[in-house]
């Protein structure tokens, strides 16, 4: 269940720690700073204007020496996902799952490891990708693009997750 849908109203002032502590705490996060640190090379794959906070963690990400790209639609380089082998990382970031059901075909033809972060849970896209980290426990399936969703989600979610992996990685390997 949603940690929001599961509060009753006077726990609402504490719900930034409820969602924090949760996700935070996850094995999500511990699994993708791991593979963030083995990985030789780290490709985002993203919707064009869907979020900045990609490029503010790829900046973070190449001052640890870390081999990483942003591609977008607009940007998207078959040749590059191509050349991704076992040893890279690709992560699809797809909210809604709009993006990831759009680059499904592309993203499969990858040897790398596929990593999707959305708040969609179709099955779907446990064909394609070897790990789904959804963002919600909100049981929310469409195997069609959508039009229109914005929400707290889609708006803040990629910084938010971002800052969380980031301060897991400086706590686990900035030695």
């Known amino acids: 269940m949603d940690v929001i849908n599961s509060m009753k109203i006077k726990e609402i002032p504490n719900m930034g720690k409820i969602i924090f502590d949760k996700f935070y705490n996850s094995e999500h996060i511990g699994y993708f700073v791991d593979l963030l640190h083995i990985s030789d090379k780290i490709v985002f794959s993203i919707a064009e204007g869907s979020s900045v906070a990609p490029f503010d963690f790829q ?51 990858s040897k790398a490891n596929k990593v999707l972060i959305t708040l969609n849970h179709s099955t779907i896209f446990n064909e394609v990708y070897d790990k789904v980290i959804h963002f ?29 992996i980031l301060n897991r990685y400086f706590e686990k390997y900035n030695n």
């Open 59 to 109: 900046e973070a990400l190449v001052s640890l020496h870390k081999n990483v790209r942003v591609i977008t639609n607009s940007t998207k380089n078959m040749e590059l996902l191509l050349s991704l082998k076992e040893t890279d990382t690709l992560i699809t970031l797809s909210m809604t799952g709009n993006y990831a059901l759009a680059t499904l075909n592309e993203i499969e033809k």
């Open 136 to 164: 919600s426990d909100n049981n929310s399936s469409r195997d069609y693009i959508q039009d229109g969703v914005r929400n707290a989600y889609t708006i803040y979610g990629f910084s938010y997750l971002f800052d969380l």
